[in-house]
């Protein structure tokens, strides 16, 4: 089944330390996008690539970096120089549909800082 | 800037019919999306409006009024599945990347 695979699912990590999420597709999709969700918020945007070797910042970038070496994979590297990076991480990727550039997303990484 | 607003939260019962507000403030548009998120989960494509008016998709509806910067999500024959919370996203540009509200968390009641 084509979709797009977040690991881990959960992770921990202590302060100063650096973390990188994966996110894997094998929809295809030239577009590759990073969300943050923090708690009854909505989504804001980190990162995004439209291509390969090709990204640009989001809403929020400041402490993450990203990397789009292969169209399937763009991972997310959460750095210490991000101030509050507990949340719930979410990769997703653009399909079009009747003129609708659809996001379809993964299942998500929550990552708590201790 | 984006600025979108909905509903923090609304509650309604089974087998009623309840609508989700959105309005709109942004720098450009082409085109409002609906999501479907449960909770701890992703979210899910529900509905896509473009152009004015009413998009039917079994038992959701989705409507745009451009000049007003307002859409609504309709939802009838509630069902306890429904509870979840539905983001509004709106695409400012072609460029593909769209700015989200903070949702609105429905909770269906028997």
């Known amino acids: 089944d084509g979709g797009i695979t977040q690991s881990p699912k959960y992770l921990f990590r202590k302060e100063g330390q650096n973390v990188t999420l994966s996110c894997e597709q094998n929809?295809?999709?030239?577009?590759m996008y990073w969300y943050r969700q923090d708690p009854g918020q909505g989504l804001r945007l980190i990162y995004y690539s439209q291509i390969v070797n090709d990204f640009q910042k989001g809403d929020i970038a400041e402490g993450y970096s990203v990397s789009r070496e292969k169209k399937e994979s763009f991972p997310l590297t959460v750095t210490s120089a991000q101030k509050n990076p507990t949340a719930f991480y979410l990769c997703a990727s653009t399909y079009e549909t009747a003129g609708a550039n659809v996001l379809t997303f993964g299942a998500g990484s929550r990552l708590t800082v201790l | 800037g984006q600025n979108i607003d909905q509903p923090t939260e609304m509650t309604a019962t089974e087998g009623a019919i309840v609508q989700i507000n959105c309005t709109y403030q942004?720098?450009?548009?082409?085109?409002l999306f609906w999501y479907q998120q449960h909770a701890g989960e992703a979210p899910t494509f529900l509905s896509y409006?473009?152009?004015?008016g009413l998009e039917e998709k079994g038992r959701f509806s989705s409507f745009l009024s451009r000049s007003k910067g307002y859409s609504y999500l309709l939802l009838k024959e509630l069902q306890m599945k429904d509870s979840a919370s539905y983001l509004c996203a709106v695409r400012p540009t072609n460029a593909g990347k769209s700015t989200f509200g903070d949702g609105t968390t429905l909770t269906v009641k028997p």
């Open positions: 942004t720098s450009g548009f082409n085109g």
């Open positions: 409006n473009v152009l004015d």
């Open positions: 929809l295809n999709h030239d577009a």
